[in-house]
């Protein structure tokens, strides 16, 4: 079914460099998400069940991964004759040299030409590096059935949290009045998502006249929103209940994990009716040795356990041997942990060895200890 | 480097499993929980380079049509490669009339129009590991009419019981291909697996047809041994068993929960495909308690799981015990409920009554969707 009317534009290309030696090689919207998938499968899945048929995914920081994994679209179904994921890293054109994306709102500038491809009547903005679970079709049907000029997805946080996010604030109706980048002292505790619907026709005017705009930053929040709260347009506040997490440090990628452990968390995902897709992986069934111990685990395929874990989330391909502890971690893809090595609240990357008998981590720490190179064993 | 087509054969009269197999091809048994049985041949064709796969159903074929699908998830490539579901007339008034040669000849136009030069026909029940090509290079440097793949057991007398064995001499010359009759320990199991020319092939088909209607393809060869230069080659695997009863279909499973010898099976070297349904990682809930088991992705589990494979998405409740048991997927092992030695087909909800467990030598067996 041919259906355009609107089309998504994913913003991958930041590194989320505060996620540390995790994004040395790959940006954020890949990093290993629950077991079994990366961070950019749960936008891309939203879209593939909210019936968006076509996906440009706007990558820039250590794209090769990112650009490999999400072209074609197959993983997520969208890889139908009308529809499609594609890649869009900056590029040279007949009429302009090569530019980084300045800013976020740039990055759909330079990408005009293709959305005029579709000439959809509605864009949908998202970011690449949140996990949550939402049907952009019911945020589309608010937009429309409010004439919106724009309409951005918030979410409730608390008053304490409300300083390190963007806060819109609202009038009775919902329509957003100020927006306000982390406000020292926040009127209102509605946080931005990054989710935003435009009307394109719109859009597409204000984005070329921000380009030529030597004082804009290029971005989002801080520019486009503004100015159209200054051209006094229609933006309104699309309420989002549910669970949403933005994973941009070790801590809050390790806590999202944890979450999975906990079966009143409303981020589930062995929900038959909005899967999240991945990548098929080829390992065989995880294997639960004769003297393991897995209490409180998320584990998936390809993992081999002999050892112990407790409250632990593991990887595709993990491998914890015999007599090893594993408690309140995550173990990325690939990773192992040596015999009688233990393990406490980290979080150990993609294919890091931890060596026999080695001890990382500690209960009493109060941060996670990020493990991102091999550990060696003790003799 | 010599042109290959293959078949996979998923009927075959000798094999039949009662229970299971009324709902599916041995060959889409499910298998270690995640795979189908007919995954292993097909990913052995495909890691062997060998792209063009044609599979020949006789019955109950949705399920195996459905995983199969056109193949994508097998690593071939879309446009050069082609798996290909041939199905031939079924005659239930009397099964003897269902051979491999009638599947054949009702295609016969399709076989012919291959533009390949040689043949690897083999089953959809086995399980083992095998470079094709490889076997296919040593066949034409053989210089055989017609080779056989064998497995030496020292069990024939109580495994392979329905399989035929073959008598060969002193140069791997096959004699004769003959039932095995559980006489003997020590014997060369034939692995249904068969190398030829294209021609040879359409030949012997042909041939078959002429003399009896109810020929197989192993008949005409043992007529034909005296014309035709039949070959053995010995698997070389540390893994190898077929699927023909209940029983070798419950041991090929839980034989690989020792884990030197499933990972000899999975390498990463020669990866086993399979068709992913996006299910999530297990969950396993505070009291748990798992031990020497294979667990499928999308399974909630709450109870205790000891010497089982438990298949994708199923859901063991609390204080639920599990023991040397084959948990397909979907169903479900209630609270309290206690179960050893079983074959719990898919779907099927074990709740209300709380005690099943098998006394006698073969597992036992819960139907699909049932409620027990």
Same mark, same amino acid.
């Given at each position: 079914m041919a259906n355009n009317e609107m089309l998504a534009m994913i913003l991958a290309g930041g590194r989320g460099s505060r996620l540390k030696d995790l994004t040395n090689k790959v940006a954020k919207p890949a990093v290993s998400f629950g077991g079994k998938y990366r961070i950019v499968d749960f936008p891309l899945?939203?879209?593939?069940?909210?019936?968006?048929?076509?996906?440009?995914v706007l990558t820039q920081y250590e794209p090769v991964l990112l650009n490999s994994y999400v072209a074609g679209g197959r993983n997520w179904g969208l890889d139908t004759r009308d529809g499609g994921v594609f890649v869009l890293p900056p590029r040279e054109k007949a009429d302009s040299n090569l530019n980084v994306y300045r800013g976020t709102a740039d990055a759909i500038t330079q990408n005009i030409d293709f959305i005029d491809q579709y000439d959809p009547e509605y864009v949908l903005v998202l970011s690449g590096d949140h996990i949550y679970k939402m049907n952009y079709h019911q945020m589309l049907k608010f937009h429309r059935e409010n004439k919106a000029d724009a309409t951005i997805a918030v979410i409730s946080v608390t008053m304490r949290e409300a300083s390190r996010f963007g806060i819109m604030n609202t009038d009775g109706e919902g329509r957003i009045v100020e927006f306000e980048e982390k406000p020292a002292h926040p009127k209102s505790t509605l946080a931005s998502m990054g989710i935003y619907i435009f009307n394109w026709k719109e859009l597409r005017r204000l984005l070329v006249a921000d380009r030529d705009n030597d004082k804009s930053s290029h971005d989002f929040g801080k520019d486009i929103i503004p100015t159209m709260l200054g051209e006094g347009r229609k933006l309104m506040a699309y309420e989002f209940k549910g669970y949403w997490k933005d994973v941009g440090t070790v801590d809050s990628l390790w806590q999202a994990n944890m979450d999975l452990l906990d079966e009143k968390s409303e981020l589930d995902l062995d929900d038959n009716h909005w899967r999240i897709y991945t990548e098929d992986a080829t390992e065989f069934p995880?294997?639960?040795?004769?003297?393991?111990?897995?209490?409180?685990?998320?584990?998936?395929?390809g993992c081999h356990v002999e050892g112990t874990i407790r409250r632990s989330v593991v990887f595709?391909?993990?491998d914890v041997k015999t007599g090893a502890q594993v408690c309140d971690s995550v173990l990325m893809p690939d990773s192992s942990v040596g015999e009688g090595a233990k393990v406490i609240r980290c979080l150990v990357a993609n294919g890091v060895k931890i060596g026999k008998g080695a001890v990382v981590g500690s209960a009493g720490s109060d941060s996670i200890t990020l493990v991102a190179k091999d550990v060696k064993g003790v003799e | 480097m010599a042109s290959i087509f293959a078949i996979v054969n998923t009927s075959n009269v000798r094999y039949h499993i009662d229970g299971l197999e009324d709902y599916r091809p041995i060959g889409a048994f499910s298998f270690l929980g995640r795979y189908r049985v007919i995954d292993f041949p097909v990913s052995n064709l495909s890691n062997s380079n060998i792209d063009r796969i044609q599979v020949y159903v006789s019955q109950n074929p949705r399920s195996l049509?459905?995983?199969?699908?056109?193949?994508?998830?097998?690593?071939?490539?879309?446009?050069?490669?082609? @798996?290909? @579901?041939?199905?031939?007339?079924?005659? $239930?008034?009397?099964?003897?009339?269902?051979?491999?040669?009638?599947?054949?000849?009702?295609?016969?136009?399709?076989?012919e129009r291959m533009q390949q030069d040689y043949v690897v026909i083999t089953p959809g029940n086995w399980v083992f590991k095998a470079d094709?090509?490889?076997?296919?290079?040593?066949?034409?440097?053989?210089?055989?009419?017609?080779? @056989?793949?064998?497995?030496? &057991?020292?069990?024939?007398?109580?495994?392979? $019981?329905?399989?035929?064995?073959?008598?060969?001499? $002193?140069?791997?010359?096959?004699?004769?291909?003959?039932?095995?009759?559980?006489?003997k320990p020590n014997c060369n199991v034939f692995m249904d697996t068969f190398i030829m020319k294209k021609e040879t092939f359409i030949d012997l088909i042909n041939e078959a047809m002429k003399r009896s209607s109810i020929f197989g393809l192993v008949d005409i060869l043992n007529q034909e041994r005296d014309v035709l230069d039949i070959r053995g080659i010995q698997h070389k695997g540390s893994y190898v068993a077929c699927i023909y009863d209940v029983r070798s279909y419950y041991e090929s499973n839980m034989a690989l929960l020792d884990y030197s010898l499933a990972s000899k099976l999975f390498t990463s070297d020669w990866?086993?495909? &399979?068709? &992913?349904?996006?299910?999530?990682?297990?969950?396993?809930?505070?009291?748990?308690?798992?031990?020497?088991?294979?667990?499928?992705?999308?399974?909630?589990? $709450?109870?205790?799981?000891?010497?089982?494979?438990i298949g994708?998405?199923?859901?063991?409740?609390?204080?639920?015990?599990?023991?040397?048991?084959?948990?397909?997927?979907h169903s479900v092992i209630g609270k309290g409920v206690h179960i050893e030695r079983q074959i719990i087909d898919k779907w099927a909800q074990v709740l209300n009554v709380k005690d099943l467990v098998s006394t006698s030598e073969l597992p036992g067996y819960i139907r699909r969707n049932d409620i027990i």
């Open positions: 899945s939203n879209c593939a069940n909210s019936g968006i048929n076509i996906v440009g995880q294997v639960i040795g004769p003297d393991a111990v897995v209490d409180e685990a998320y584990v998936t395929q595709t391909g993990a | 049509a459905e995983h199969l699908s056109y193949g994508q998830h097998y690593n071939i490539n879309a446009k050069r490669g082609k @798996l290909q @579901l041939l199905f031939n007339q079924d005659s $239930r008034f009397n099964p003897i009339y269902n051979t491999d040669v009638r599947a054949y000849h009702d295609n016969m136009d399709i076989i094709f090509r490889a076997l296919v290079n040593q066949h034409i440097e053989s210089g055989a009419d017609v080779t @056989l793949l064998y497995h030496r &057991t020292e069990k024939g007398d109580t495994e392979y $019981r329905a399989c035929n064995v073959l008598e060969l001499n $002193r140069q791997k010359g096959v004699n004769q291909i003959k039932p095995n009759d559980g006489s990866p086993i495909y &399979t068709q &992913t349904t996006d299910s999530c990682p297990v969950h396993y809930f505070k009291g748990a308690v798992v031990k020497n088991s294979m667990i499928a992705n999308g399974c909630n589990i $709450r109870g205790t799981v000891e010497n089982s494979i994708r998405g199923v859901e063991i409740g609390e204080g639920a015990v599990v023991k040397d048991s084959l948990v397909l997927g």
